[in-house]
């Protein structure tokens, strides 16, 4: 009984700090756990795009892919630029002080050059696709179709007999 009085006078302390009973405190506590991603998200910056680019295929260096990218515009992101990706460094990585992980490397690229490279590779789609087109129409006959008929429907006016 005595242990009972003892934890009731604690819960009614007068000098409690009242921010550690709010509600905003309260609200904060969530229950729910959700895995972490397999590769972090970096806070964006402004006027810039992120990508993981991969440098090594089974511990084996992939230059010639690390290369292509640089030439592309792509940027190594540096690892103390990006405190929030909590990633250790890789001691034994020729990518010392950048954001690495499991044989792909953070890097940055400017939106504007981003989108100039999505415009090319998005006319450079359409004109495979208008070329195909072109050749499979070339084997159409009148007679026999390849396609069928666009549907079209015609309104008359009449008499109504």
């Known amino acids: 009984m005595a242990e009972d009085s003892f934890f009731e006078e604690e819960e009614?302390?007068?000098r409690a700090k009242r921010e550690h009973s709010s509600r905003?405190?309260?609200a904060r506590t969530d229950d729910s756990w959700l895995p972490p991603s397999v590769l972090p998200v970096p806070d964006p910056q402004?006027?810039?795009a992120f990508r993981w680019i991969r440098v090594a295929i089974r511990s084996d260096s992939d230059l010639p892919n690390v290369s292509k990218?640089?030439?592309e515009g792509w940027e190594p992101v540096k690892l103390e630029d990006h405190p929030e990706l909590k990633l250790l460094p890789d001691i034994d990585t020729r990518w010392d002080g950048n954001a690495v992980l499991g044989g792909l490397m953070l890097c940055k690229i400017a939106e504007e050059r981003l989108a100039k490279q999505r415009a090319y590779?998005?006319?450079?789609a359409d004109t495979q696709m208008e070329v195909v087109?072109?050749?499979?129409?070339?084997e159409n006959d009148a007679r026999m179709p390849l396609l069928p008929p666009e549907?079209?429907?015609r309104v008359t006016f009449g008499d109504g007999s």
């Open 24 to 26: 905003e405190v309260e």
């Open 151 to 153: 549907r079209k429907t």
């Open 133 to 138: 087109d072109r050749n499979f129409m070339r």
């Open 69 to 71: 990218r640089f030439r």
């Open 12 to 14: 009614q302390d007068p």
């Open 46 to 48: 402004d006027g810039y």
């Open 121 to 124: 590779f998005r006319k450079k």
